[in-house]
């Protein structure tokens, strides 16, 4: 029940949805003749669009979630395992294997796939995700397919189609792994999130983030109503409200 209120809030509670929202709000007010209000409610609703589709100001808080953990630029010899973080796919077997997989999830097994040639091809790779509401072909069995296109051995890589989302993969990763050191691979952006599940669960990750969408060094002053700002701001709010709903469960 969970899952699906998180689903269902997180859907919503979007840069776009209440932006869309606030301009309905004031359509009503005007239709009631609360001119007033419904000005006040109009512009409310273009700042927020404003800022929220601005990118030098989406990047900005973006970049503050995506460099909490640095970049894991070299694997420690001692590592066995690397988690590999479900993301997303579209099973079509007319298209290569890496485009059937969403981006993030191509980064990540890439990123994951870099440190198993570091450990010289010796640890394990695994990888996780359901197989979700419209698509009846596990996240891990895709990932497993993009692996062994991209020269991972078929004994090298570990599957769970179970876990839906971060914090069963956590569970699923405390049953395989115990004390066993690992390094957990996942988006810049969602490794704050992930590292705090792990914790709960009493495993202590190496974390590598990966998949880095912001760069606040070359910032575009000029790039307004950005299509791509939105995106990101979409990822900002998702990974807001993660860690809220984190901490109001005492995680």
Request: charged share 20%; hydrophobic share 45%.
């Amino acid at each position: 029940m969970d899952f699906i209120l998180k689903k269902i809030v997180s859907m919503f509670l979007m840069p776009l949805p209440l932006g869309m929202a606030l301009i309905v709000v004031a359509l009503i007010f005007l239709y009631r003749h609360k001119v007033q209000k419904a000005k006040l409610t109009l512009v409310v609703s273009i700042v927020w669009l404003f800022l929220f589709s601005y990118s030098p100001f989406v990047n900005t808080l973006l970049h503050t979630l995506e460099s909490t953990y640095p970049t894991l630029h070299q694997a420690p010899k001692e590592i066995k395992y690397i988690y590999v973080l479900g993301g997303g796919h579209s099973t079509d077997e007319s298209q290569p294997i890496t485009s059937q997989v969403n981006e993030a999830s191509v980064v990540r097994l890439a990123e994951g796939i870099r440190l198993y040639h570091q450990l010289d091809q010796k640890a394990k790779i695994i990888v996780s995700g359901y197989s979700g509401l419209y698509d009846d072909t596990p996240h891990a069995v895709m990932q497993e397919k993009l692996a062994l296109a991209l020269g991972v051995q078929t004994e090298h890589i570990i599957l769970h189609t179970k876990p839906r989302d971060t914090q069963e993969e956590a569970i699923a990763a405390k049953k395989l792994l115990d004390k066993e050191p690992f390094i957990l691979v996942t988006s810049a952006s969602h490794m704050s999130r992930a590292m705090k599940f792990f914790a709960q669960e009493g495993l202590t990750p190496v974390p590598a983030p990966t998949n880095h969408l912001a760069s606040i060094k070359q910032l575009n002053y000029t790039n307004f109503f950005s299509s791509h700002a939105l995106m990101k701001s979409r990822i900002v709010f998702h990974e807001v409200l993660g860690l809220v709903w984190q901490k109001l469960k005492g995680i």
